[in-house]
């Protein structure tokens, strides 16, 4: 097996058997970083504006997850260990709220993470 070094050295540099596997019959060039990077630079730079709330919304729609494993904790350790039902209602809404809260950011982000591109596919 060989070891991390090696198996980085060939994915960061890779050195192809011949000159044919780099480059496609209309002369661009393959190799994946350049790849990448001419990716980026022709399809996502250009739309880094409108992909800049989509991006705030879905870390609000991560950190609403992360909540609702949060408000489970006291509906466990508060309710059902000391077999009450007296802050139910709470604990209830709250997972309510933070799931329709997680449904709309999801449903706006992926509309407008569409939309751009949407309307730029149109175009073409």
């Not at 992909?51 to 059902?80: K, N």
């Not at 982000?109 to 591109?117: E, H, L, M, N, S």
């Amino acid at each position: 097996m060989r070891n991390f070094s090696q198996i980085w050295r060939r994915i960061s540099d890779p050195s192809p058997a011949s000159d044919s596997q780099t480059k496609a019959p209309n002369g661009v060039d393959l190799r994946s970083s350049r790849l990448v990077i001419r990716l980026w630079r022709e399809h996502v730079l250009k739309y880094w504006p409108a992909l800049t709330f989509p991006l705030i919304l879905m870390s609000l729609e991560g950190a609403a997850l992360g909540a609702f494993a949060w408000m489970v904790r006291p509906l466990f350790d508060e309710l059902f260990a000391a077999q009450s039902l007296d802050g139910l209602w709470k604990v209830v809404t709250v997972i309510g709220f933070l799931f329709l809260f997680r449904a709309v950011a999801g449903f706006v982000q992926r509309v407008k993470t569409a939309r751009p591109f949407a309307n730029d596919c149109a175009l073409r």
